[in-house]
């Protein structure tokens, strides 16, 4: 069982930055993706970043450039860098994790953060 917290979001005016936090906690054993969504209401939720075992990284094309994902074994924690912020950022945002079981996964999901993007 893994547990996963998410904090950092908040309000903030365009141009603005935030770092949102993912804390996870349990068994850390097969973790094979770490991952932030986001999701607005009346929308599917919407990959924005993932990072790999091996510290590999995506982004959605929307955020390349502006925001960037980390990790930090010794914590358990993944971050996501938010720079450059635009209204269309404005979300709630969920970390996820993904831990390999044989022939398949489990993911695990956080509450979720809200990040508010407005003038």
């Known amino acids: 069982q893994v547990q996963v917290v998410e904090s950092g979001g908040g309000l903030v005016q365009p141009g603005e930055s935030l770092r949102l936090s993912c804390a996870a906690s349990g068994s850390m054993s097969n973790i094979v993706l770490m991952v932030w969504y986001r999701q607005t209401p009346g929308e599917q939720r919407e990959l924005v970043a993932t990072?790999?075992?091996?510290?590999?990284?995506t982004y959605a094309d929307s955020v390349k450039g502006r925001f960037s994902i980390s990790r930090d074994d010794a914590k358990n924690a993944v971050y996501l860098q938010m720079d450059g912020l635009k209204p269309e950022d404005t979300a709630v945002y969920y970390c996820n994790v993904k831990k390999g079981m044989g022939w398949s996964s489990i993911n695990y999901w956080g509450q979720g953060t809200q990040v508010t993007v407005s003038s």
């Open positions: 990072i790999s075992r091996t510290d590999t990284t």
